[in-house]
């Protein structure tokens, strides 16, 4: 059966999610957590592609990513994939793969949605009871974008830009969208169409990368 193709335009965001195999653990300490940071840094720095935001849940993870170029979000996953399971591998002295099949994306328009995004992935470790509050967790963009704490991983997207006239009113606004807190038929479109690797949009967008 052949694969279902990726929707990959550069110069947009991209919704990725990365599972373990079977849905098993992928970190087991916070000392893991790290060495995919810097994995994924590298990996960023090494194809040009901007990040802006993430979660990094215990068996999965979740990425906004804008690609320069068509090969260049495959080529990021991979590299992280290649030297994460390999460090994986040797301090647990375990075999075979880590990841479950191949990473799932969906494309995102540069409009309200990306901040919809945005906040689904930062409020992953809420809705999986794991703290109350995304600012409890340390392993997300959320404390970058609200509370100026250094994160070489994130880049600043032109929605968060557009949220004020300065660094603190956007601290301020997104802090206040993002826990306002999704709506159910949010959470569903942004679940399905990232499952199924389609478009989160508008109609006008979701018609514009059909005709593409």
Same mark, same amino acid.
């Given at each position: 059966?052949?694969?279902?193709?990726?929707?990959?335009?550069? %110069?947009?965001?991209?919704?990725? +999610?990365?599972?373990?195999?079977?849905?098993?653990? +992928? !970190?087991?300490?916070?000392?893991?957590?790290?060495?995919? +940071?810097?994995?994924?840094?590298?990996?960023?720095?090494?194809?040009?592609?901007?990040?802006? &935001?993430?979660?990094?849940? @215990? *068996?999965?993870?979740?990425?906004?990513?804008?690609? =320069?170029?068509?090969?260049?979000?495959?080529?990021?996953?991979? @590299?992280? #994939?290649?030297?994460?399971?390999?460090?994986? /591998?040797?301090?647990?002295?375990?075999? #075979?793969?880590?990841?479950?099949?191949?990473?799932? &994306?969906?494309?995102?328009?540069?409009?309200?949605?990306?901040?919809?995004?945005?906040?689904?992935?930062?409020?992953? =470790?809420?809705?999986? *009871?794991?703290?109350?509050?995304? %600012?409890?967790?340390?392993?997300?963009?959320?404390?970058?974008?609200?509370?100026?704490?250094?994160?070489?991983?994130?880049?600043?997207?032109?929605?968060?830009? @557009?949220?004020?006239?300065?660094?603190?009113?956007?601290?301020? /606004?997104?802090?206040?969208?993002?826990? $306002?807190?999704? @709506?159910?038929? $949010?959470?569903?479109?942004?679940?399905?169409?990232? $499952?199924? &690797?389609?478009?989160?949009?508008?109609?006008? !967008?979701?018609?514009? +990368?059909?005709?593409?």
């Amino acid at each position: 059966m052949s694969r279902k193709n990726r929707i990959v335009l550069i %110069g947009y965001p991209h919704h990725v +999610i990365l599972r373990g195999n079977n849905r098993n653990a +992928i !970190f087991y300490v916070d000392k893991d957590k790290r060495f995919f +940071i810097e994995c994924l840094r590298r990996a960023k720095e090494k194809t040009n592609c901007k990040i802006y &935001s993430y979660c990094f849940m @215990s *068996n999965h993870i979740h990425l906004i990513v804008e690609p =320069p170029e068509d090969d260049a979000l495959g080529k990021m996953i991979q @590299s992280v #994939g290649r030297r994460y399971v390999r460090y994986i /591998n040797d301090n647990y002295k375990r075999t #075979g793969t880590l990841w479950e099949g191949r990473y799932k &994306s969906s494309l995102i328009d540069k409009d309200e949605y990306l901040l919809s995004c945005s906040r689904y992935i930062e409020l992953n =470790p809420v809705r999986a *009871n794991m703290v109350k509050r995304p %600012g409890m967790y340390k392993w997300s963009s959320f404390n970058f974008k609200t509370e100026g704490r250094i994160d070489k991983l994130v880049d600043v997207d032109t929605m968060y830009m @557009s949220l004020g006239r300065n660094l603190q009113e956007r601290r301020k /606004n997104y802090k206040k969208f993002v826990l $306002e807190d999704i @709506s159910n038929e $949010e959470l569903i479109l942004i679940t399905k169409a990232t $499952e199924k &690797s389609g478009v989160i949009g508008k109609d006008n !967008f979701i018609n514009k +990368i059909s005709k593409l």
